[in-house]
Each structure stands twice: as C-alpha cells, then as structure tokens.
C-alpha cells in the first residue's frame, strides 16, 4: 500500500521536470537533490533552490509543490516506522469469546491502560462481568453503574521495561442469518504489540494476565453461557456472569453424597498423568438427575468455587444449539473448566405436559426466555448421534469435567449412560427429614435464637439454653416436614418467609405443609380436568368426522365418477369418492348406522391417503353428550 503511493509520487515528479532539473540543485540542497534524483521530483529541487523557471515560477504553484514535499515526507516516515514495527515488533491478535481474550482485557483493565478514555458504555451494576474501569477519584465511594471505556482507541503503554502498543477492533456481523451458523457477530479483537525481539516476552505477558485473571475472579464463579442473539460463527460463550462463590457447606444432601462427588473430581484433577499413560483419555462425565430445586445446579456451581474452576453451560433446549453448535462450542471451552449441559434429555424428545408454563417469548420464535419456557420447549436441536459424538467421539476434548443435568433421567438413552461417557450418576433427591433439618439448622445461627420465655425472665440467655432451643425447634420442624414430599427449594422459600424468626418457621411449618398440599391436590385435579376437556375435543372431532363421512354417504355419493379408471364399472353399492379420491368401502353396518342404528363402521383407504377408522359410536355420542 505505501510502496504502490510512493510509486505515484515517482510518476508525478516524472512529469513535472526530469532529472536534469534536479540536477540544478548545489551546495545547501544537496540532500534534498539527491533524494529527488532518486524519485525523479526534479521539480521539488527547483523548487527548493529557488530556481522556479523548471515549473514556471508561480508562487501558489510552489506552494503546492512544498506541500507534496511535506506529505511524502510524512509517508516516508510512516513506512519507515512500519518497517521497524515488522521487523522489531510482535503482533497478537486475541478474539472475543477466546478466555485468552478475557486474560488481556483483564489485564489492560488491571494495568489501567485506558485510564485516559474519555467515551465510555454506562450500565447498572449486575451479575453480567464487563470490563469497567473506575472512574471515582474517591475509592471510598460505591459507584452503581459500570464504567466500560470504548476501548477503541489504541494506546501505548510501558510494562516491564517494554513499550506495548493496544488496539481494538470491534465485532462485525457476518453472514445472513444472525441465529445460525454462518451469521451472527464475529466479536471484537484485541492486537497487541510488542516491541521487541524476544519472542518470549509475549507467551510472559500471556501466562501474566492469565494469572492475574484467575486472582482477580477468585471471590467469584465465572460462567460463560451463550445467547441467542451474539451467537455468531466464531463466537460462543458471550455471555459471561459473575456469581459469589457458593461454600460447599451450604449445599445439603443426605449421607456422603456431596463429599463422595468432591473427592471424586479432586482425584480425577490429580491423575491427568496416569490417564496419559493408561491411554485413557483424561475427561470425565458426572449426571445429576432428580426433580427440579434439589441442589443440581447449586451442587455445580459450589464445586466449580471450591475447584477454582469456570463454568462452560449451554442449555440443550435452546433452540438454536444443534449439533455443529455444540461440537464448535464445546470444542472451545478450555481445558480445567466445567462444561455443564443443562436439560440434556431434551435431546431425546419427549413432550411436556405440565400446564404450569408461562407462555414462550411471542417476539422470538422458539426462544428461550427462563428456565419454565426452557422446559416447555422440549425438543432439541441436537440429536442424539450428534451428542454422544461430542463426549467420546472426534469431538470430545480432553483434560474436562463434564456436568449434565436433567429432570428426567428415564427418558435418556443407554448409550449416553455408559461409563466413558457418564462415569459417575448422582440421584437427587426431594428432601429428607434430615435435610430439612440442616436446611433450618443453615437458616437459623444458634445466635439467632433468641429463646422468648427465657428473655422475658429477664436473665440472661447463655449459649447452651440457645443451643438447647434450637434443638428443639429444629426438631419440631423436621417433625412436621415428611420425607421425600418438598424439594429443598420450596422448603426454602417456606424459611424464607420466616426469616430470623426460628420460633415462627418451627409453628407455621405445619400449616405451610397443610398448604402446599391442598395447593397440590388443586392442581392435580385442573390438569385432570384440562386432559379431560382434551380427551372430550378429541373424541367430538372424531365423531364429527365420522358423521361427514356418513353424509357423504347419504348424499348419493355411489355411482359418481368411477375413481380408478373404471369407467362403466359401476362401484359397489356401498362405495363413495371421498374429497382425497380415496375409495371409502362402506360395510352394511355403517349404513344402518346412518340410519340411527349403532354399529361399528369400517372406512378402507386403497391408497397412502385413506385410513381406517375404528369408532365406537355409542362410546362418542355419549362423550359428545357430556
Ligand atoms: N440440596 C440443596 N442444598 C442447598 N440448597 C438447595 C438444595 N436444593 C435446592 N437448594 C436451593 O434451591 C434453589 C434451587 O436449587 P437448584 O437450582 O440447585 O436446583 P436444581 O435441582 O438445579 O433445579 P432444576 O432441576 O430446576 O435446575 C437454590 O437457591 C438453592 O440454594
């Protein structure tokens, strides 16, 4: 590009004058006549001695000429630089959506390179990790709105004894559809430079900012998931949270269950050597399965804090992940982080048929708005060839734990649950008494038990007669909370109405249980009547059916046009042309059925559009009665 301007400039100084002229030029100007020689701008020379006759002696004309002079002038310093960037600089391009791209960013954020920006994105402070930098001079003051700088412009900095140079570049949308593959947004870049020979500066600053990183994300479990609307071709797991880190110890389930999980990934971590050189490939797939609000999600994502590990989750009810998707996603993740895939028996078809869902997003066909919607949507994208090629197959990446959940473990294939793919299944459970217990036992510190009878006597409370009463309030709780009947998660939001108040939750749990029950059994009986009503519809369309055809019949159908070629034929007196040219071969039976009589008529179908149909009259008139 430079070298093809500075070609032109050779062309113009060619016509305006030739190298005689620059040849004029003496003593003071002998460089600038030298340069000019070379790039045959004998006119530049004439220009600078003075001697204006070679162009004319116009004075603007000079003018314009000092100009081209100032400007290739500008372009050969411009090349020049370049020239030492390529040869004493190193470039890398980090991509958006690359955890390597999350280390830069981390690390400028860290390193306050763009301390000096002055466009900013301003957003309220959420879950949602963004790159912001702070704006208050005060570190005292709580800021609630995220500042994230542009990061557009590129900017110079010193690290280690060496200058680096920033830039980035912002995602484009690419390709027609924004949903599927081969469209959506490419994401943003970041390209850094280096100048310096050594090469292992830049692999330095990589393994720092990786560090700093994972330092910096430590209080917290990073999750990258994907939405709908950024899913792009080289753009996976856009979407990126931030949650407090969970301590194991609030996770509650019955026996050793959790510590028996947590020692199993610790050996697994500890053994990638021995995977090696058994020829085992060193991953390892975990299912939790049970109802829904028993600890599944939870249990993962104390795991991933207590590991110090991220999470990789993709929901396989999401509409637009289907197997190549999935494949180039997962194949993504980097190795020591969690892939968990949510719903992963929606891989296997099945319909739902809780009345209870809200209604799916109206603006976006088939998307995805919550985690009800989710379930309502059961039908993947993914088949079922496509997911287990993904956990063993060419697909399958190695030095990974892998996470699936599911509320329906029966309608999983065996193929997915064989060891090498699932090693290890957990059962979660609804609640145990036990649990129940531990739940009340997490809500209620012993300090929050504040005895009233012993209060009001005025002395003091000491920590045995509040241990002694949480006791027996934890027992009353448990006693009133029956095994395997309330998931952990409604047992909680039951406590969470009672909050501090262990007295309360221990009396109103009772009445609470009484409620739900009768809540229970309230609903049971409307999706009862709901499939009623549904059955009802189903049988009258039949009748109704049944009954055209019957009028058909009647209506003198028989001895129409002959249907199959037969032309003089006459069709048999109980033969009719239905509307799909079908011949419907009526049994005596159906005809005194149309005369009021009940019977169980026969409709023969000779081709792939006829049917049979077997209708029990008496059954549907009656129904159609009801
Ligand atoms: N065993 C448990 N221990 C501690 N908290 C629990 C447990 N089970 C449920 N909870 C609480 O209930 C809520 C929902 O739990 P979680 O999302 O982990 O359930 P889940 O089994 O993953 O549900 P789903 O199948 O619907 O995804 C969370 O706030 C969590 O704190």
């Given at each position: 590009m430079i070298r093809a301007r500075r070609m032109n400039a050779v062309g113009n100084g060619g016509f305006a004058g030739g190298p005689g002229a620059a040849a004029s030029a003496g003593g003071l100007f002998d460089f600038s006549s030298s340069i000019t020689r070379i790039f045959g701008l004998s006119m530049f020379a004439s220009l600078l001695t003075g001697n204006g006759e070679g162009v004319g002696g116009n004075s603007s004309l000079k003018l314009i000429m000092l100009g081209m002079l100032v400007e290739f002038g500008r372009r050969f310093v411009q090349w020049v630089i370049e020239r030492f960037r390529l040869q004493y600089s190193i470039t890398a391009e980090f991509s958006e959506g690359d955890p390597a791209y999350d280390w830069i960013i981390n690390f400028i954020t860290q390193e306050k390179v763009w301390r000096r920006s002055r466009d900013f994105r301003v957003a309220a402070k959420s879950s949602q990790r963004r790159w912001a930098i702070s704006t208050a001079n005060d570190s005292q003051v709580i800021e609630s709105a995220e500042y994230v700088p542009t990061y557009d412009l590129p900017q110079l900095f010193w690290w280690k004894r060496y200058w680096i140079e920033i830039k980035r570049t912002k995602g484009q949308t690419v390709g027609m559809s924004p949903f599927g593959p081969g469209g959506g947004p490419s994401g943003a870049s970041i390209f850094l430079t280096i100048y310096?020979?050594?090469?292992?500066i830049l692999s330095k600053l990589v393994e720092a900012a990786k560090k700093q990183y994972f330092e910096v994300s430590r209080p917290h479990v990073i999750v990258h998931s994907v939405t709908?609307?950024?899913?792009?071709p080289k753009f996976y797991w856009n979407n990126v949270k931030r949650k407090p880190r969970r301590p194991l110890s609030s996770i509650i389930l019955p026996g050793t269950t959790l510590d028996e999980l947590i020692a199993d990934i610790r050996d697994f971590l500890k053994m990638e050597d021995w995977y090696m050189s058994a020829g085992i490939p060193h991953r390892r797939g975990y299912l939790l399965f049970g109802p829904p609000g028993t600890g599944k999600s939870s249990t993962i994502h104390a795991i991933a804090g207590e590991l110090k590990m991220e999470i990789y989750s993709v929901s396989l009810a999401a509409h637009f992940v289907d197997d190549t998707f999935l494949e180039q996603a997962v194949s993504s993740v980097p190795k020591g982080s969690i892939l968990l895939i949510e719903d992963i028996d929606c891989a296997f078809s099945r319909e739902e048929d809780d009345d209870d869902f809200a209604p799916a997003n109206p603006f976006v066909p088939g998307m995805v708005m919550g985690r009800h919607n989710q379930r309502r949507q059961r039908r993947s994208a993914v088949t079922l060839s496509g997911l287990l090629n993904i956990l063993d197959g060419v697909g399958s990446e190695e030095g990974k734990i892998f996470f699936a959940t599911t509320?329906?473990?029966?309608?999983?294939?065996t193929a997915l649950m064989r060891p090498g793919r699932i090693d290890r299944k957990v059962e979660y459970t609804l609640a145990t008494q036990e649990q129940a217990a531990a739940l009340f036992n997490r809500f209620y510190p012993i300090n929050h038990v504040t005895p009233e009878s012993l209060l009001e006597s005025g002395k003091p409370v000491t920590d045995e007669q509040k241990a002694a009463t949480l006791a027996k309030l934890t027992e009353q709780f448990m006693a009133c909370v029956p095994d395997h009947e309330f998931s952990t998660a409604e047992l909680q939001g039951f406590l969470l109405s009672c909050k501090m108040m262990p007295e309360k939750a221990a009396q109103g749990v009772a009445g609470w249980v009484a409620d739900e029950r009768r809540q229970r059994e309230e609903k049971k009986a409307r999706i009862e009547a709901k499939k009623r009503r549904q059955q009802e519809k189903a049988d009258k369309a039949e009748v109704d059916k049944f009954q055209s055809t019957l009028a058909k019949i009647n209506g003198g159908g028989f001895g129409a046009t002959p249907v199959n070629g037969g032309a003089g034929i006459p069709p048999p007196p109980n033969a009719a042309k239905p509307t799909n040219g079908a011949t419907l071969v009526v049994p005596p039976a159906a005809e005194a059925q149309a005369n009021g009589a009940k019977a169980k008529p026969a409709v023969n179908g000779t081709n792939s559009d006829s049917a049979t149909v077997n209708g029990d009259v008496s059954e549907n008139e009656s129904t159609k009665g009801a």
């Open positions: 310096t020979l050594d090469m292992s709908a609307h950024s899913y792009g509320n329906y473990v029966d309608s999983l294939d």
